[in-house]
């Protein structure tokens, strides 16, 4: 080529993590508060760790911002709705920080990334024989109470932790609470029963799409095959409710996951937006 190519500059990060972080690639779903009023920003996991989380989202966040995060955390039941801290970003990539979590939740992310690392606490080993001389009890009493000192310690801490960390959620859970009260009541819902709107109309009002993540056994075993939802579409184009109708049952859980995060514009009915049911095919094809 003749032109001359200007390379942008390289930005460099300093990784200042102090735990480390595993793969994981689910849907996740960012709220932010802009000018009081909450905005969902869909997006896709890339990392987790004990303190935090990496995401690629559809939007614009800026380090310092207060977010509300929801993600499925794998085989460890319902989906996890957790307060975090935009600390860095770059793009369409950010690093969140978990704030306020709750002791359960804790447990379940240390759990689930100690399982990922395969590294647990080793055990103690036993001491082959020396022949050296046993400490005198005088020395082994003194070992029990510095032990007990600092088991008494540690728990205090912990205490002291858990009590910080309680009012912290107090407080933030009174902040929201009156954001939330300054919003406007939204419009009651109609009660007519749902439109039927063909697959094809549908199609032409889809704005964001995410694509399933294809189980891993079901590719191994060589599982494909065409997944047909029913869905339910809110009045802001959002899926509210999802059924399966037919396909392979290997494939199921993954389209229902996909399609869930999937946006529509509103489907208008006398130029009102209006909740419509549809059906929507999701295709697997093993590369």
């Not at 690639?25 to 009081?36: E, F, H």
């Not at 770059?90 to 447990?107: D, I, N, R």
């Not at 395969?118 to 003194?142: E, I």
């Amino acid at each position: 080529m003749s032109a001359a190519v200007t390379q942008a500059p390289v930005r460099v990060f300093t990784n200042t993590r102090r735990v480390p972080r595993f793969p994981l690639a689910v849907p996740a779903d960012v709220t932010v508060l802009r000018s009081g009023i909450p905005h969902s920003i869909p997006g896709r996991s890339v990392t987790i760790g004990e303190r935090g989380l990496g995401v690629v989202v559809a939007g614009e966040l800026h380090p310092g911002d207060s977010v509300g995060i929801e993600f499925r955390l794998p085989d460890t039941g319902g989906p996890f709705r957790l307060k975090a801290i935009v600390r860095y970003q770059a793009l369409l990539h950010c690093g969140l920080e978990f704030v306020s979590l709750t002791s359960e939740q804790q447990t379940l992310i240390e759990h689930w990334t100690r399982k990922k690392s395969g590294g647990n606490a080793p055990a103690s080993l036993p001491v082959a024989d020396s022949g050296l001389v046993a400490p005198p009890p005088a020395a082994l009493t003194v070992r029990k109470s510095a032990s007990l000192r600092f088991r008494r310690v540690t728990w205090g801490a912990l205490a002291g932790m858990l009590l910080l960390g309680g009012l912290g959620w107090w407080h933030w859970r009174q902040a929201w609470g009156e954001l939330e009260s300054q919003l406007p009541a939204s419009s009651p819902v109609s009660q007519q029963p749902p439109a039927f709107v063909p697959a094809e109309v549908m199609q032409s009002l889809l704005t964001h799409k995410i694509e399933p993540i294809y189980p891993e056994a079901a590719r191994q075993a060589n599982v494909q095959g065409v997944v047909i939802i029913e869905a339910l579409v809110g009045t802001d184009g959002t899926v509210v409710d999802v059924r399966a109708i037919s396909g392979p049952v290997e494939l199921t859980l993954a389209a229902l996951d996909a399609v869930k995060w999937w946006r529509f514009q509103p489907y208008l009915v006398n130029g009102q937006p209006a909740q419509v049911k549809t059906r929507l095919a999701v295709d697997f094809r093993a590369n």
